[in-house]
């Protein structure tokens, strides 16, 4: 177990809907990122947050957004979902030291979408 | 750019034997963090070592061992005496120093290991 949260587990919805994923960092842990990992493309970096700012993005759609509550815990909104968008999601959190010092990022357990 | 390369989609093997998973990046950076990741067949990540560009020593934890070669650009990671267990797709990645901690993932290789 790695500490980070995810939910859910498991989400089917239709094209054109509006789904939010919920993720809880590891304690202590200030980042969190988000990945989708499909058959096609793999696992692609979409966002990082850092303490409740948006730190770096990758190539996450602009239907696509994400946020960090004070809390720390984060969700990643999917919006006009198309059936491409069907994937694995993956949170994951890391300690985030000073810059130049990345550490390991743990995963949780993922949260799978599928768009009929 | 960074990439990683996992040249081996997919190994098989009979438990017991040996096998190394090969790993190649590509990175403009001189300080860069290696990643190995192992996903089973329950779908979760898991780390299991991160090495940075300045600690080039082989390391070794029980039946997994990690060789990383500056000059050859690769990170490559061997189990010994293989577990039907060790069946999973393991995933190499990369992160830059500079700018976004994003982890760079190769294609993964599925490794099966049959007893």
């Known amino acids: 177990d790695s500490g980070v949260t995810q939910t859910p587990k498991h989400l089917i919805t239709a094209t054109g809907q509006r789904v939010t994923l919920r993720c809880s960092p590891r304690s202590g842990d200030l980042s969190v990122y988000w990945y989708q990992q499909s058959l096609d493309q793999g696992l692609q970096f979409l966002i990082q947050?850092?303490?409740?700012?948006?730190?770096a993005k990758g190539n996450i759609l602009e239907r696509f957004s994400a946020q960090q509550f004070p809390d720390l815990h984060s969700e990643l909104n999917l919006s006009s979902l198309e059936l491409g968008d069907s994937a694995l999601y993956f949170c994951a959190s890391s300690l985030h030291r000073a810059s130049g010092s990345h550490n390991e990022q743990f995963f949780g357990p993922g949260t799978r979408l599928t768009v009929l | 750019a960074q990439k990683v390369t996992q040249a081996q989609t997919e190994i098989s093997v009979v438990e017991k034997e040996d096998v190394t998973l090969d790993c190649v990046y590509e990175?403009?950076?001189?300080?860069?963090?290696l990643f190995w990741y192992k996903q089973p067949p329950s779908g979760e990540l898991v780390f299991l070592i991160r090495r940075n560009s300045f600690d080039e020593q082989n390391e070794i934890s029980g039946r997994y061992s990690w060789n990383f070669q500056k000059s050859t650009s690769s990170f490559n990671f061997t189990i010994t005496a293989s577990q039907v267990v060790d069946s999973a797709v393991y995933f190499c990645?990369?992160?830059?120093?500079?700018?976004?901690?994003?982890?760079?993932f190769g294609q993964g290789t599925r490794l099966t290991i049959n007893p």
């Open positions: 990175t403009r950076d001189t300080t860069y963090y």
């Open positions: 947050y850092y303490n409740g700012e948006e730190r």
């Open positions: 990645a990369l992160s830059e120093a500079e700018g976004a901690q994003k982890l760079v």
